[in-house]
């Protein structure tokens, strides 16, 4: 006799193993635990001379190089605007006035929502994310957003489960 399955969620990117064999699902904890946070909540903060952030990296990691970078605070044009590295669509914006995301409901609004492209940023614009390593994310512009000036974050990285 074969045990019952839980059922699929089909709206949450499948489990794949990345580099390493660590699987990169962004289902919640096992027993329904929540999940663990691998940086954060904590401030990030962005300049005109290093626009690439890693948040695979506790703490995240912002660069000058786009190599192996999730987010890319773009400041070509002036104030600066968000997309993701490679155009995939692992950003998600969250609407004024939610309350603040766990990794479930950041990775459910990325799998209906997902973009690549955030747009004009603005003070109190939040997001979600998947990084390129599979977690999941949430950023919250805190500082101002305009064209020169260092763009200041909050950024909470949840880890892989397992």
């Known amino acids: 006799m074969q045990s019952p399955q839980a059922p699929q969620v089909s709206q949450k990117p499948p489990t794949t193993t990345g580099g390493g064999g660590q699987s990169t699902s962004n289902a ?3 027993g329904g635990q929540p999940a663990r ?13 290093k626009q690439y952030v890693e948040f695979d990296t506790s703490p995240p990691l912002v ?5 192996a970078v999730d987010l890319f605070f773009a400041y070509t044009l002036g104030d600066p ?5 490679g155009s995939t669509n692992t950003l998600a914006a969250l609407p004024q006035g939610s309350p603040e995301p766990t990794a479930e409901v950041c ?9 690549y492209v955030g747009g004009k940023l603005a003070q109190g614009a939040r ?8 977690r999941t994310g949430y950023i919250k512009v805190t500082g ?15 880890d892989l489960p397992g």
């Open 37 to 49: 946070v691998l940086f954060g909540p904590g401030p990030v903060t962005v300049d005109p001379n």
């Open 107 to 115: 990775a459910d609004a990325v799998a209906k929502r997902g973009t």
């Open 144 to 158: 101002p957003a305009a064209a020169g000036v260092p763009l200041r974050l909050e950024a909470t990285v949840w």
């Open 81 to 85: 605007d968000l997309m993701t590295v």
């Open 127 to 134: 997001y979600c994310m998947i990084t390129n390593e599979g």
């Open 28 to 30: 919640p904890a096992p």
């Open 63 to 67: 660069s000058q190089s786009n190599k």
